[in-house]
């Protein structure tokens, strides 16, 4: 039996350590996609999808943190690039939205890791042990933060994981980290509209939840890579939240503000008395 050394311990250590940060860095676009048990898509002769048509809805913006207000991304750039990358899998933007098959309402934006309000200042100068108080506070509002992130971006799963398993800490660090995120959820409007009174929302057709680390890329080359990431995996069902690397990056198309011009009354016009 071959016996290390406390020094060959140490290396090895450090190899394994070195390892797992490698793997963690390597993976880049997180995608979450699940579809209801009854969802099922009809395949046409040629092997396509048979065309589902959609109107979009917008759903909820998350700012990023010191976002300025020339560097919003917009629903409209986000809805945009989706429409491209949908005409993929044959979901078609209806030209009439009363005549749509479903809706997909769109959640955007970024994950904040830091905490949104300042808990700090309820604590007086003269509090004897003020700094363990705040290091407490600040540890359970951070673990809180991660939970909420992770149900943004589909990481729920990992507190089903083994504590020391290498894709559990994958889900861990992107849930405590910033990301940019596009959710996508597809609702029937047949079934909204058969619903009961004041009876909830139906189920989901599916949904789908995409996010990348803030770091790789500027909003723009973001949030289009997610889009096209999105036409590959909407309407699809995996088992669990997977990484994938991107094979290519994409940018949004900014949408400048429409400005409307006042009426000019034509000069040979009578004036109304």
């Known amino acids: 039996m071959k016996v290390f050394s406390s020094k060959q311990y140490l290396c090895l250590f450090y190899f394994m350590l070195l390892l797992t940060n490698f793997q963690l860095s390597a993976v880049d676009i997180l995608v979450k996609a699940t579809t209801r048990d009854n969802y099922i898509r009809p395949i046409q002769s040629d092997g396509e999808f048979t065309e589902e048509s959609y109107t979009f809805c917008k759903g909820k913006y998350y700012p990023y943190e010191y976002e300025k207000p020339e560097d919003i991304i917009r629903f409209e750039e986000v809805a945009f690039a989706l429409k491209e990358e949908l005409t993929k899998k044959n979901y078609v933007n209806a030209d009439d939205p009363m005549e749509a098959d479903c809706i997909l309402v769109v959640h955007w934006g970024q994950t904040n890791s830091g905490p949104e309000d300042d808990y700090f200042t309820q604590f007086s100068d003269d509090f004897d ?21 992770a149900k943004i971006i589909g990481a729920t799963g990992l507190y089903g994981m083994h504590v020391h398993s290498l894709k559990r800490q994958q889900l861990e660090e992107a849930s405590r980290y910033d990301r940019y995120f596009v959710n996508v959820v597809a609702i029937s409007i047949d079934e909204i509209r058969k619903r009961p009174e004041r009876a909830k929302m139906p189920i989901p057709l599916w949904t789908l939840q995409l ?15 997610l889009a096209k990431t999105a036409g590959l995996y909407s309407g699809e069902n995996l088992v669990n939240a997977n990484f994938i690397r991107e ?27």
């Open 129 to 149: 042990d003020t700094f363990d108080a705040l290091s407490v506070l600040d540890e359970y509002e951070a673990e809180n933060k991660a939970k909420e992130n």
């Open 211 to 225: 996010s990348l680390p803030t770091g790789r890329a500027e909003p723009e080359e973001a949030f289009g890579t």
């Open 247 to 273: 094979k290519e990056k994409r940018g949004i198309v900014r949408i400048g503000k429409i400005e409307f011009i006042e009426t000019i009354e034509d000069s040979n016009t009578e004036p109304v008395e």
